[in-house]
């Protein structure tokens, strides 16, 4: 605790040495929204107080421009271009250890405009995808740095938001509108990624820590439904990163750390400055294992370790186009050796060596094409890598020798294309078309005999392979969208998305659209619908079901895409600049679910919020399900001082297995709601130091479970459960306090800043139910916890 004490204490002696106020750079591109060509002589100004002197530039012929001697503190800058709808930039932060990068868009106006100045602001609430016009927000960096108890992680800061739920507190798999979390869709720089967690494995979503590193993050988008044509094999939900570049003028370093996110080290700096090229690279290692030798929890007693790295090269403006190259790859090991019995550690066992380790890799290069200054043409090729082994030995079977029981090897390449051409017909029509073609070779083979019959009569389990498939095969997509508008007021999004998986020899396709209307100044009603398909899990599609005489056969290897069809009508209100109402409804179909044959409970919406999938055989898609709900987000963007956002999503999950009884999902919990606030306060006068204070409350309704068949786990020596009884009972509610205190403050004389935050999460100790297990130990019925008070510290310098 010491140790721990030191790391807190340690940046505060800094704080007196730092006494001055400091200026900075702002760099930025002014781009058209719809053909992303850069916007000539555009207007920046920064707006100052009365008696500052003027700060402003104009663009250059690549749209570029410079802001110098911009004061430390928060910013706002306006826009203005002859022809173009001006806009404001508010809520600019600007330290002295580090320029600013934007990327700003200004939309045609609808009608012929003078140039004038209006006080319109961006708008922070809608996505960077201009075709994303329902379900859809966008985020930054900043809010994942902001928001309390986020632990540096994209997935757990999109949490905050209505429509999703967090399924436990030790992972970052996230339930969008009752959706299981397979549903989700990961991209980066525009194509598909496997999943970028530590500890990552097959067939899943999410994982106990995030690879995606924030610093590298530039603002991106979130989607929950009915997506636009070119998101596609996703059901539930969509993360579409961007990576912001470096900085194109000088060098820049950052180190920080991080409980959760590591220790870091970050460099940025121009490359080949003649075409405005940059470079930016991180890396970065876990900080638990310091942390574990002073007791803090991360949910198991074992000591994670992981590292990760990220990069974006980007080459500049050449005659072939602009390219950039990009890349993130993480490594994570953990060793479970015969752990103590304890009720907070959410995944040992205490009768068990278990030994996990993952990796995975993207490596990608971007080109982007302007063919005249309303067309372009994206491409993206890129190659990944996803691998984990996990090897277990029971210490009971062989009379405490080590026996081992799983064997799990996976190691998964996929080759992707993707490429689309953009036109801006004119001011009113915007047309998008383009495809993505993406080649598995998997390698997997799981091997087990845990609690397998015993073939040979030695009195031992035998092993029974459970999945075993050395082969390739395709995943192609196309798509076509339209965007028209049919006044300023009304505009009308539709497409087509078309899908194809090799292996089953399917083809699906999928209208999808939506619709507009701001019937009045500060009121816009939005319609939406989509159909959207998804192929199985891998380890559900190539499970393998053992026959009597030991041997296995794959009776998965017909499933086909389970469908959803998705209707969204959502309300917005803009009562002030900084405002923002929002009220959406929903109803989504789900049918062509995989079920089993006979009949029975099961139901594959139920699976994928966990590190491994349900062991079910001769599955067919016939299964259904249904979401509904309604969902209030109130926001206050940070202006002035402080931010707030509420959220409350009220929800049903329901699914019908083979049996036709109608039930709540695993992921049914009714209700969510987050209710976050943040302060900034200026310490002095200099506008130099802060003081942040952030506070978030959650509240959720409890996970239905099925209970546990105690007699029948006593006979059986594992846990059995009344499958008749499936989520029939409900855990207890989700209640959560958190707390994150932070100093800013700008070096005298250096361009130097330095950030620390002090996150208390779960400030009340409040017991979290995760779940009800058999304990084989004490042969009973134990009640499993969630992590409870945890302090999170991060503390980051820029220079």
């Known amino acids: 605790m010491k140790m721990l004490l030191r790391l807190l204490i340690f940046p505060l002696f800094w704080l007196p040495l730092l006494l001055h106020s400091q200026s900075q750079t702002i760099r930025g591109q002014v781009l058209d929204q719809q053909s992303e060509s850069p916007l000539i002589g555009a207007t920046i100004q920064l707006l100052v107080e009365t008696d500052a002197p003027p700060v402003g530039a104009m663009t250059d012929a690549d749209g570029r421009f410079v802001l110098r001697n911009v004061p430390v503190g928060r910013q706002v800058l306006q826009l203005s271009y002859l022809g173009y709808e001006p806009m404001q930039v508010p809520n600019i932060l600007v330290t002295a250890g580090k320029e600013v990068q934007l990327n700003l868009r200004m939309q045609e106006a609808f009608a012929a405009l003078g140039e004038v100045v209006i006080n319109g602001r961006a708008d922070k609430d809608k996505p960077v995808n201009e075709l994303a016009t329902i379900s859809a927000r966008q985020f930054d960096t900043e809010q994942v740095l902001r928001y309390s108890g986020g632990r540096n992680d994209v997935a757990k800061m999109v949490a905050n938001f209505a429509g999703v739920a967090a399924n436990n507190d030790a992972r970052n798999d996230i339930i969008i509108r009752g959706n299981s979390p397979t549903g989700v869709l990961w991209r980066l720089e525009g194509i598909p990624i496997p999943n970028p967690n530590h500890y990552s494995t097959l067939g899943t979503t999410g994982g106990p820590v995030s690879a995606l590193n924030p610093n590298l993050i530039a603002t991106s988008d979130f989607l929950t439904g009915a997506f636009p044509a070119e998101y596609g094999n996703a059901m539930a939900g969509v993360f579409d990163i961007a990576l912001r570049t470096g900085n194109k003028d000088r060098p820049e370093f950052t180190a920080q750390l991080g409980a959760f996110s590591g220790i870091e080290a970050l460099a940025e700096g121009p490359l080949n400055r003649k075409n405005n090229g940059s470079y930016v690279v991180a890396f970065r290692n876990s900080f638990t294992e310091l942390a574990s030798a002073v007791g803090l929890n991360f949910g198991t007693q074992a000591t994670p370790k992981y590292r990760d790295l990220s990069f974006n090269v980007d080459f500049g403006n050449a005659k072939a186009g602009k390219f950039s190259f990009f890349g993130i790859g993480g490594w994570s090991t953990i060793d479970f050796l015969a752990a103590e019995l304890d009720t907070t550690d959410l995944f040992a066992n205490p009768n068990e060596n278990a030994y996990n380790t993952s990796k995975f890799g993207v490596l990608g290069l971007k080109h982007n094409l302007l063919l005249n200054d309303h067309a372009y043409v994206r491409?993206?090729?890129?190659?990944?890598?996803?691998?984990?082994?996990?090897?277990?030995?029971?210490?009971?079977?062989?009379?405490?020798?080590?026996?081992?029981?799983?064997?799990?090897?996976?190691?998964?390449?996929?080759?992707?294309?993707?490429?689309?051409?953009?036109?801006?017909?004119?001011?009113?029509?915007?047309?998008?078309?383009?495809?993505?073609?993406?080649?598995?070779?998997?390698?997997?083979?799981?091997?087990?005999?845990?609690?397998?019959?015993?073939?040979?009569?030695?009195?031992?389990?035998?092993?029974?392979?459970?999945?075993?498939?050395?082969?390739?095969?395709?995943?192609?997509?196309?798509?076509?969208?339209?965007?028209?508008?049919?006044?300023?007021?009304?505009?009308?999004?539709?497409?087509?998305?078309?899908?194809?998986?090799?292996?089953?020899?399917?083809?699906?396709?999928?209208?999808?659209?939506?619709?507009?209307?701001?019937?009045?100044?500060?009121?816009?009603?939005?319609?939406?619908?989509?159909?959207?398909?998804?192929?199985?899990?891998?380890?559900?599609?190539?499970?393998?079901?053992?026959?009597?005489?030991?041997?296995?056969?794959?009776?998965?290897?017909?499933?086909?895409?389970?469908?959803?069809?998705?209707?969204?009508?959502?309300?917005?209100?803009?009562?002030?600049?900084?405002?923002?109402?929002?009220?959406?409804?929903?109803?989504?179909?789900?049918?062509?679910?995989?079920?089993?044959?006979?009949?029975?409970?099961?139901?594959?919406?139920?699976?994928?919020?966990?590190?491994?999938?349900?062991?079910?055989?001769?599955?067919?898609?016939?299964?259904?399900?249904?979401?509904?709900?309604?969902?209030?987000?109130?926001?206050?963007?940070?202006?002035?001082?402080?931010?707030?956002?509420?959220?409350?999503?009220?929800?049903?999950?329901?699914?019908?297995?083979?049996?036709?009884?109608?039930?709540?999902?695993?992921?049914?919990?009714?209700?969510?709601?987050?209710?976050?606030?943040?302060?900034?306060?200026?310490?002095?006068?200099?506008?130099?130091?802060?003081?942040?204070?952030?506070?978030?409350?959650?509240?959720?309704?409890?996970?239905?479970?099925?209970?546990?068949?105690?007699?029948?786990?006593?006979?059986?020596?594992?846990?059995?459960?009344?499958?008749?009884?499936?989520?029939?009972?409900?855990?207890?509610?989700?209640?959560?306090?958190?707390?994150?205190?932070?100093?800013?403050?700008?070096?005298?004389?250096?361009k130097l800043s330095q950030t620390f935050f002090l996150d208390f999460q779960n400030v009340t100790n409040h017991r979290n139910i995760f779940a009800m297990r058999y304990n084989t130990v004490r042969q009973e019925i134990g009640r499993v916890d969630q992590i409870g008070f945890f302090p999170d510290i991060l503390y980051r310098v820029e220079f």
């Not at 009121?523 to 899990?537: D, V």
């Not at 923002?580 to 919406?605: G, N």
């Not at 994928?608 to 999938?613: E, L, Q, S, T, V």
């Not at 506070?695 to 059995?720: D, F, M, Q, W």
């Open 379 to 750: 491409s993206i090729a890129s190659v990944s890598y996803s691998g984990n082994t996990y090897q277990s030995d029971d210490l009971l079977i062989d009379d405490g020798q080590p026996f081992r029981t799983n064997d799990v090897q996976d190691d998964a390449v996929t080759y992707r294309l993707s490429s689309f051409y953009n036109t801006k017909i004119n001011k009113r029509l915007t047309l998008r078309a383009g495809a993505l073609a993406q080649i598995f070779t998997l390698d997997t083979r799981y091997d087990t005999r845990f609690s397998t019959p015993d073939f040979d009569g030695d009195g031992k389990p035998d092993w029974w392979t459970q999945r075993d498939f050395d082969g390739a095969f395709s995943l192609l997509e196309a798509y076509g969208q339209a965007q028209y508008r049919l006044s300023e007021r009304l505009t009308l999004n539709a497409g087509l998305h078309g899908l194809y998986f090799d292996q089953i020899d399917e083809l699906a396709l999928e209208p999808r659209g939506a619709v507009n209307w701001q019937f009045a100044p500060k009121n816009t009603l939005s319609l939406g619908y989509g159909m959207h398909h998804q192929n199985q899990p891998l380890p559900v599609f190539l499970y393998r079901e053992q026959l009597p005489d030991g041997s296995s056969i794959p009776t998965n290897k017909d499933l086909g895409f389970t469908r959803s069809q998705h209707l969204v009508l959502g309300y917005d209100l803009k009562p002030g600049a900084n405002w923002r109402i929002k009220a959406e409804a929903y109803y989504q179909w789900l049918d062509d679910v995989p079920v089993d044959a006979t009949p029975s409970s099961f139901s594959m919406l139920n699976s994928g919020a966990d590190f491994i999938f349900p062991e079910r055989g001769s599955l067919l898609n016939t299964g259904t399900g249904t979401n509904y709900g309604f969902e209030l987000t109130i926001e206050k963007f940070f202006s002035r001082g402080w931010y707030g956002l509420f959220s409350l999503s009220l929800f049903e999950a329901r699914y019908q297995g083979s049996d036709g009884v109608e039930r709540s999902t695993a992921f049914n919990g009714q209700y969510v709601a987050n209710a976050l606030a943040g302060r900034e306060f200026a310490l002095g006068s200099t506008g130099r130091r802060f003081f942040t204070l952030d506070t978030k409350l959650t509240a959720a309704g409890g996970r239905p479970y099925t209970p546990v068949n105690l007699e029948a786990s006593r006979a059986a020596g594992k846990e059995v459960l009344y499958e008749g009884q499936a989520f029939s009972q409900r855990l207890d509610p989700y209640f959560r306090w958190d707390v994150k205190l932070g100093m800013r403050v700008n070096s005298r004389h250096r």
